[in-house]
């Protein structure tokens, strides 16, 4: 399995991508960097993209992709839980904003969605995904996949603290966990479902005392403005915990 970070933060700007992370070219999770990290004929390699959740900055990217496959002609399969697919449906493909491409072209839509059910397992191009809800502000789901050779990646998209019941039902080898800001930020993590590094400690020891591992751990979704300072935090906690804990960062390309 090979990944790569198309965006690893939770702002834009000419050096920063929002959440996107792409697997053996072909399996996308989120579209917040898809568009403007892809060529057309990497963008036309894609067969299923990974929505956890419907914020802006986790769907942005979803009207372009569906132009562009519109244009070649062709069609893309997008999985997501129903309140993504009814924000989507409602706010931006709804034919005012942008064209509605889960209905158009007719008979051969350019987006064909379908909906996941938290907690069951599909089976989308050829990898084993487990779709699980996450502590979030709008309803969010994380990500296991396993490859038909069996790595497993296991994404949490946007989370707050409290994933033990999660990590019951997972075993990734490697772990994409968010943390967004600094510690000085614990009242917003708790209030909006995010998480900071101490917070993150909490949640890998509970990882560590459910599983009885740690699995590789790569951080996404930082505000780049805090950057250095969550990594000075992470360094603390990955002492503590005796562990490796990496910032993820464009371009970064992972094999399994």
């Given at each position: 399995m090979d990944i790569e970070i198309l965006g690893a933060h939770n702002i834009e700007s000419k050096n920063t991508g929002h959440v996107s992370l792409l697997i053996d070219d072909v399996l996308a999770i989120e579209a917040g960097a898809l568009t403007s990290s892809l060529t057309f004929p990497a963008q036309q390699k894609l067969r299923a993209i990974l929505l956890s959740h419907q914020h802006y900055d986790h769907i942005r990217d979803i009207p372009a992709i569906g132009m562009n496959f519109l244009l070649h002609e062709n069609s893309i399969e997008v999985y997501s839980?129903?309140?993504?697919?009814?924000?989507?449906s409602a706010y931006l493909l709804n034919d005012d904003i942008y064209v509605n491409f889960i209905e158009r072209p007719p008979g051969k839509p350019a987006i064909k969605f379908k909906i996941l059910e938290p907690g069951?397992?599909?089976?989308i191009c050829g990898y084993s995904v487990l779709p699980l809800l996450?502590?979030?502000?709008?309803?969010?789901?994380?990500?296991q996949i396993t490859s038909a050779d069996g790595k497993t990646v296991f994404y949490t998209s946007d989370t707050g603290p409290g994933l033990a019941d999660v990590w019951r039902q997972v075993s990734p080898e490697l772990l994409f966990i968010e943390v967004t800001t600094p510690n000085s930020y614990d009242e917003f993590a708790h209030k909006s479902g995010h998480l900071t590094p101490e917070l993150l400690q909490q949640e890998l020891d509970s990882?560590?005392?459910?599983?009885?591992?740690?699995?590789?751990?790569?951080l996404v979704h930082m505000n780049p403005l805090e950057e250095k300072a969550i990594e000075a935090e992470i360094a603390v906690v990955a002492g503590a915990l005796n562990t490796t804990i990496q910032l993820g960062y464009e371009g970064m390309r992972i094999h399994l």
């Amino acid at each position: 399995m090979d990944i790569e970070i198309l965006g690893a933060h939770n702002i834009e700007s000419k050096n920063t991508g929002h959440v996107s992370l792409l697997i053996d070219d072909v399996l996308a999770i989120e579209a917040g960097a898809l568009t403007s990290s892809l060529t057309f004929p990497a963008q036309q390699k894609l067969r299923a993209i990974l929505l956890s959740h419907q914020h802006y900055d986790h769907i942005r990217d979803i009207p372009a992709i569906g132009m562009n496959f519109l244009l070649h002609e062709n069609s893309i399969e997008v999985y997501s839980i129903q309140p993504v697919y009814d924000i989507l449906s409602a706010y931006l493909l709804n034919d005012d904003i942008y064209v509605n491409f889960i209905e158009r072209p007719p008979g051969k839509p350019a987006i064909k969605f379908k909906i996941l059910e938290p907690g069951r397992t599909e089976l989308i191009c050829g990898y084993s995904v487990l779709p699980l809800l996450v502590n979030h502000s709008a309803p969010t789901v994380g990500f296991q996949i396993t490859s038909a050779d069996g790595k497993t990646v296991f994404y949490t998209s946007d989370t707050g603290p409290g994933l033990a019941d999660v990590w019951r039902q997972v075993s990734p080898e490697l772990l994409f966990i968010e943390v967004t800001t600094p510690n000085s930020y614990d009242e917003f993590a708790h209030k909006s479902g995010h998480l900071t590094p101490e917070l993150l400690q909490q949640e890998l020891d509970s990882f560590r005392e459910i599983k009885g591992y740690l699995p590789q751990v790569v951080l996404v979704h930082m505000n780049p403005l805090e950057e250095k300072a969550i990594e000075a935090e992470i360094a603390v906690v990955a002492g503590a915990l005796n562990t490796t804990i990496q910032l993820g960062y464009e371009g970064m390309r992972i094999h399994l």
